[in-house]
Structure formats: C-alpha cells, structure tokens
C-alpha cells in the first residue's frame, strides 16, 4: 500500500507517518517548502493543501490518503481557516477519488458535536454543533469540514472521517484543563472537578488511523476516538505526579465566569469588538460530556494502547529532553 499524509510535518501527521511506515506501509508527507520532515524513510513532496495542481500531483499513484493538514491557531482571519480546513478538504476529496485512491482517512474534532448538557452520552449519530461561529473560526471550520465529509461518504467516496480528543504526546505539552491560567504557584483552572477531559495520546489516534485505512467496513463511517474520559480533579493528580509540578489547582467559580463572558460579550459587540471569550466558549470549557468509543472498538478493533498515566509519563520525559521551551506557559487553552 502506498498512502499519502498530508500535514506530514505537523505534531500529528509526523505521528502518523511513522505508524504507517512501521505498519510496511510507503508513505508520501506532503508538507510545505518551508517546513522540515521529521520522518526518516517517509517521500517527502512539497506542496500547499490550497493548490489545485500540487494536490492533484501528490495524490496520483496514492492507494490511500490521510489527511492531518488543518489550521489550528486559535486567532486569525476566518478566509484562512476556510481556505485551509474546508477548502482543501473539499480538494482532496474531488482529487483522491479521481486518481483511483480506494481510501481516504480525514482528521476531524470533537469540536462537531453539540453538548446540550454536562453528563451527556456523545456517540457518531449525536447532534452536530449549532453555535459554531460562537466558538471561533477554528471550530467553525472544523465543522463544515466534517459535513463536507459525511456529505461525500453519502455520496459514495471510501472516506473515514476520525473525530480525536484533545491531543497530547511527546513534543506537546498536555493542557491542565481546556482553560487555565498560572498566577504565583497556583493553577486556576476553569472548570468544574467532575468536568470530564476528553484525552487522547497522539499515537492511539496513529493506531486508530491505521486502522481506519486498513478495515473494510469503516469506509462511510465516522468514530470518536477518546482514550479516556478523566474527571477533572482526577486528572490533575495525574499531571502533577507525571510533570512533578507542584502548583496548588483552584477550580474557578464557572457560573460567575460564564456571567461576566456573557456581560463582556454583548458589551462588545455593541462597540463592534471581538470578545477574547465568549459565554459559548466558557460554556463549552465548564460544560462535560463523556464519548463513547465503542463503535470504533466494534468495527475498527480499536482500543487506546498507551494509558492516560504512561502517556503523561512519555510526554513530561520528552518535554524535560528538550529544553527551557517545556516551562508553562502563563496561560493555556484547549480547544477541540
């Protein structure tokens, strides 16, 4: 088999990459000019996922595809996240079936799903999100992205379409919560402590897209992949054993968080102004649900190989390797 990862130089594609090539599998990284290729033994094919002709030429002689390429900073202009996440997916899905490629593996987010409550059960037939302009022009993308997908495997393309937790693994730091910030040995943390994080180390989704491209039956489909639903408190006992960090964690009042992001919202847009946070966003960070993967244990035989606390293990060791850079920042954010 010969497979195309698009996004090959990026935390997850480089990941990808080296399971597809231990699996015996040639792989071609599409990646651009200006970026490197951690991945010996992989073709390395320079290109842009925007570029009609590039994305046509790498495909050509490709039995499968997957594709990792997406935007994920948490600002700019939302033409660059169309451009990048709902455009050049709808390429790759007019350009794979046209060259003969039997099977496409695209990289979604939990981000799609709508949360109508805390506790609620997440499977692949929930509700798609409905206030997705309200989270930003990441999540937003990532949605029509997804229904570009689903739409496609209706019509009859071999695509999977994977939807992953928060990624974490070596080379990225972990986040303590989705919303937390550092102030004098302390971590506040937005979040309630039964909040469930819905984790996922990098190379359990590497598995679960070797599967996805391997598995007859999964062509059409859509599967959550979450390692773990880690109630919040549970969670930071994990981190700081495995970081051996020894900040204090404050859970935040979330009811007067979401209160004042509301407040602050609409203040704004009466002076035409982006709210830094929306009621939405806290909303979403403070507001648990737990997803259940057994559809893809059922159909793909997928089960997370590496624990939460071995992931964790691996991760703070690759961070202490690396240098200064492994210092938390003063504030992190998680967004799916």
């Known amino acids: 088999m ?6 090959a130089g990026g935390f997850l594609g480089s ?3 080296r399971r597809l090539l231990r ?11 200006d970026r490197p290729l ?3 033994g992989a ?7 925007g570029d009609d002709v590039a994305v046509a030429a790498a495909v050509n002689g490709m039995d499968c595809v997957v594709h990792t390429a997406a935007r994920v900073q948490t600002s700019g202009r939302w ?7 709902v455009r050049g997916t709808r390429r790759l899905l007019r350009a794979a079936p046209a060259a003969g490629v039997g099977r496409i593996v695209h990289i979604s987010s939990l981000s799609v799903y709508a949360v109508p409550h805390d506790g609620v059960r997440i499977t692949e037939d929930s509700c798609y999100e409905s206030e997705g302009e309200s989270r930003g022009h990441y999540s937003r993308s990532k949605l029509a992205a997804d229904r570009v997908v689903m739409d496609a495997a209706r019509r009859g393309v071999a695509v999977v379409n994977l939807r992953p937790g928060l990624l974490y693994g070596p080379g990225k730091r972990p986040p303590v919560a989705r919303q937390s910030f550092s102030v004098a040995g302390l971590k506040l943390l937005l979040a309630s402590p039964s909040y469930r994080l819905p ?5 359990n989704v590497a598995d679960a897209v070797l599967l996805a491209a391997t598995t007859d039956a999964a062509a059409g489909q859509a599967f959550t992949i979450v390692d773990a639903n880690t109630p919040q408190d549970e969670y930071v006992g994990l981190y700081r054993a495995a970081s051996g960090e020894h900040w204090r964690p404050v859970f935040l009042p979330v009811g007067a968080v979401a209160a004042g992001a509301w407040v602050m919202e609409r203040a704004l847009r009466l002076a035409r102004r982006r709210s830094p946070v929306t009621y939405h966003q806290v909303r979403r ?11 893809a244990e059922r159909i793909l035989g997928w089960r997370p190989a590496i624990t939460i606390e071995e992931g964790l293990r691996r991760t703070f060791e690759s961070l202490r390797d690396e240098s200064p850079r492994a210092g938390a920042p003063a504030m992190a954010s998680a967004a799916s």
């Open 2 to 7: 010969r497979a195309l990862v698009t996004g």
């Open 15 to 17: 990941s990808v990459c």
């Open 23 to 33: 699996a015996g599998i040639e792989v071609r990284a599409l990646v651009r000019p």
């Open 38 to 40: 951690p991945v010996p």
């Open 43 to 49: 073709e390395r094919f320079e290109g842009d996922i």
């Open 79 to 85: 033409e660059d996240f169309a451009e990048a996440n």
């Open 199 to 203: 984790l996922t180390y990098v190379d």
């Open 285 to 295: 960070a403070t507001v648990g649900a737990v997803y259940d993967c057994s559809k």
